[in-house]
């Protein structure tokens, strides 16, 4: 059977106040490729001490008393036991980082730091799905500011948790915007949120990490199929590609340079999909350049297709109907926001998944395995130069 896509939304296809059929082709990407196409192809009992003395006014020194426990700690039955893991999730107020969050406070080993650019709707969320409310707490972070993003890193500090586990996991996706917007600093907001405030965030936490006493310490990235050409999925125009990255290198300010990465059109598709690449290409440089060092594992996954997440809420309506049963019966890539969440927390917290420079994907049984990545996302020049760059745009370098 040649299902052609288009087929599977016919009002792809607008009539205008003049009675002329146009097809809208920026809001239905969905119609771009026909299927046939491819067809072949806690701190329990924790020790405390002072982590950092203040000058105060008077002159007078105030010691900062943290809780800064012991890995182990001794229970009343004699057993050790491992203290409470601390994690960030970036975006944990909706879909993906919210049902990690749960998934992780639920099992009473984690304390979750929820970094949210909207406190009241995280509180809600955290709430609305009964999260234990010891074992989180939410912090403001707006990634598509860079100085929230360095203001959130103080608040964390202060807060006197050890960080043992990043995870980042927000994003935006602009499908059907015809003219880019930008971050704080003037950066296309996709690439500038889901990759440059990322990229700050882990690069400055990269030293808290380092301080943990944990046993698995973690950075993993939420990468996505999209973002990998040798891939169905990432065969969907418009493909992701950073070419020579003169439009990155030009701060995607949309004014002397291009707001993509590859100095081309602004597409808001295209240019979430270069961001995950990014973020793939992140974490490997990462992997590269500090795993040996430091012990920290660096990880990117791609959880399955969570078509009911808030990713799609600019997505024309018809799409955000369609989207969940096209993925759920005729790609079967469909996972719910809970069984996604499982999977990202496993990469948290499973004692198996600590291999780092990977990128995990499930199988139809929920099984995890290593999977490849597309030869632009796994290219090792690629990934350094957009280190570098990323750490000039950041203020790095
Ligand atoms: P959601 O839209 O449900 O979640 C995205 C989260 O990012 C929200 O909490 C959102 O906050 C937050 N966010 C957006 N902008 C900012 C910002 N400037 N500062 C701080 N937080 C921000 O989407 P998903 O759960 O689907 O996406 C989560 C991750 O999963 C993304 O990295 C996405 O690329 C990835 N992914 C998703 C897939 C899917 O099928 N849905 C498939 C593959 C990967 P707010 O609630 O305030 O809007
Ligand atoms: Mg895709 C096995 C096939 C497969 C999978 C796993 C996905 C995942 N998609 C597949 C196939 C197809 N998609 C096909 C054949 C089409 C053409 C009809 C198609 C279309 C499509 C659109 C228009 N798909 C999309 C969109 C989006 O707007 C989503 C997107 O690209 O967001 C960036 C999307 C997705 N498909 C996926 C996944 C996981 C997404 C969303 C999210 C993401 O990468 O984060």
Same mark, same amino acid.
């Given at each position: 059977?040649?299902?052609? *896509?288009?087929?599977? @939304?016919?009002? !792809? ?7 002329? !059929? ?37 002159? !007078?020194?105030? *010691? ?50 929820? *970094? ?7 509180? =809600? ?46 994003? @935006? ?12 600093? &003037? ?22 990490? =380092? ?5 698995? =310490?973690?950075?993993?990235?939420? &990468? ?114 809970? #069984? ?14 600590? =291999? ?20 632009? !996302? ?12 990323? #750490?000039?745009?950041?203020?790095? *370098?």
């Amino acid at each position: 059977m040649a299902l052609q *896509a288009a087929a599977l @939304v016919p009002s !792809a296809f607008s009539i205008s106040k003049e009675g002329k !059929a146009s097809a809208n082709l920026k809001n239905s990407s969905l119609f771009g490729v026909s299927l046939s196409d491819y067809s072949k192809s806690d701190f329990g009992s924790s020790s405390f001490k002072v982590k950092s003395q203040r000058r105060l006014s008077n002159g !007078a020194v105030r *010691a900062t008393m943290v809780a800064s426990p012991d890995v182990t700690t001794n229970s009343p039955a004699g057993k050790k036991t491992l203290r409470k893991g601390c994690v960030i999730v970036t975006g944990a107020s909706s879909g993906l980082g919210l049902a990690t969050a749960k998934a992780l406070s639920e099992t009473g080993k984690w304390h979750v730091i929820m *970094a949210c650019r909207d406190f009241l709707k995280a509180e =809600k969320a955290a709430k609305s799905v009964g999260m234990p409310k010891e074992n989180y707490t939410i912090m403001h972070l707006d990634l598509a500011s860079l100085d929230s993003v360095r203001q959130f890193v103080d608040n964390f500090r202060r807060s006197g948790r050890p960080l043992d586990v990043l995870v980042a996991n927000a994003a @935006v996706y602009q499908p059907t915007a015809k003219e880019p917007s930008f971050t704080a600093e &003037g950066f296309e907001i996709s690439v500038g949120t889901n990759h440059l405030g990322h990229f700050l965030l882990s690069r400055l936490l990269l030293d808290d990490l =380092k301080q943990s006493d944990y046993p698995s =310490k973690r950075l993993i990235i939420v &990468g996505s199929i999209t973002g990998n050409t040798n891939t169905l999925a990432g065969n969907v125009p418009p493909k992701a590609n950073l070419g020579d990255l003169r439009g990155m290198a030009g701060g995607l300010n949309g004014i002397n340079s291009s707001a993509m990465i590859d100095g081309g059109e602004f597409d808001g598709a295209k240019a979430y999909k270069d961001s995950k690449v990014c973020n793939m290409l992140t974490m490997q440089e990462f992997h590269r350049r500090y795993h040996e060092e430091t012990g920290i594992t660096f990880a990117s996954l791609y959880p399955g297709c969570i078509a009911t997440t808030g990713l799609f809420r600019e997505h024309i309506p018809l799409f955000r109907l369609l989207f969940p049963p096209f993925q759920k019966y005729i790609t079967k890539g469909f996972v719910s926001e809970t #069984e996604a969440g499982k999977r990202l927390a496993q990469v948290v917290s499973d004692p198996s998944l600590t =291999k780092s420079g990977v990128y995990w994907s499930w199988n139809k049984d929920s099984a995890s395995f290593e999977n490849q990545l597309s030869e632009e !996302a796994s290219d090792v020049e690629k990934a350094r130069k957009v280190w570098e760059v990323s #750490e000039k745009l950041v203020g790095l *370098a």
